[in-house]
């Protein structure tokens, strides 16, 4: 079945400094990615949508200078945390939607979980 | 603004017995998910229901969904241990919206299954 691969699983990071995670479809082509964040034992909440060719899109609240996004082939879609503070500590956690045969089936990544320092 | 929400949110079960968890949704959508999501893990795909009346079942696990009561079902039958984890629903854009796939899920019902 189809696989969503995100890279790496876990940092640490001091304060300050950028991070960037990256989000793979592995067998199939995603124009559109999404990229949402968990806090502990919450649920999830979209951060933004990643759209190859342009620009991602970003939901109520969310910092596109903080969070830059990057969709740069129909497979690859990139995050990056700049300036990470503490409270950017989360489990990131990216989907891809296959479309093919009307399936409409949303796989998510495994996570990248994020600590900052 | 669409929101959804789950109850309960808190589930203990004894081996054997049967509940459901219910997802309400405030607006209108015939998209919906069913995710389970075990302690520092990602979520795995569970069920995707399309249409009103969508009824989809694997193993003790069965979804439906009323497009028109804006509800969705998961009920589970003779529960077993290796059920214990969370579970989330999440609905995609409003019914014909250009955006699907932009998920907004409810709170997760934490179940546990016990001897």
């Known amino acids: 079945g189809a696989v969503v691969s995100q890279h790496p699983s876990r940092v640490i990071c001091k304060s300050g400094t950028s991070v960037k995670i990256e989000c793979r479809s592995l067998d199939f082509q995603a124009t559109t990615m999404f990229w949402y964040r968990q806090f502990p034992k919450q649920s999830l909440m979209l951060m933004a949508t990643s759209n190859e060719g342009s620009k991602a899109t970003y939901e109520q609240g969310v910092e596109k200078d903080k969070f830059l996004i990057n969709h740069a082939s129909l497979t690859l879609s990139t995050l990056t945390v700049t300036s990470a503070h503490p409270e950017d500590s989360s489990f990131y956690i990216c989907s891809a939607r296959d479309v093919a045969w009307y399936q409409e089936t949303q796989y998510f990544g495994p996570g990248t979980r994020l600590l900052v320092l | 603004e669409l929101k959804v929400e789950q109850n309960p949110l808190f589930l203990s079960m004894q081996e054997g017995k049967n509940y459901t968890i219910y997802c309400n949704y405030s607006t209108t959508s015939d998209r919906l998910y069913w995710y389970r999501q075990d302690p520092g893990k990602s979520l795995e795909s569970l069920f995707v229901?399309?249409?009103?009346?969508a009824v989809k079942q694997e193993g003790r696990l069965m979804a439906s969904l009323d497009t028109k009561a804006r509800l969705s079902t998961l009920h589970i039958t003779a529960a077993v241990h290796d059920l214990s984890a969370t579970y989330f629903c999440?609905?995609?854009?409003?019914?014909?919206?250009?955006?699907?796939?932009?998920?907004?899920f409810g709170q997760g019902t934490i179940l546990t299954v016990h001897p």
């Open positions: 229901l399309l249409s009103n009346g």
């Open positions: 999440a609905v995609d854009q409003p019914a014909g919206g250009t955006s699907y796939g932009k998920l907004t």
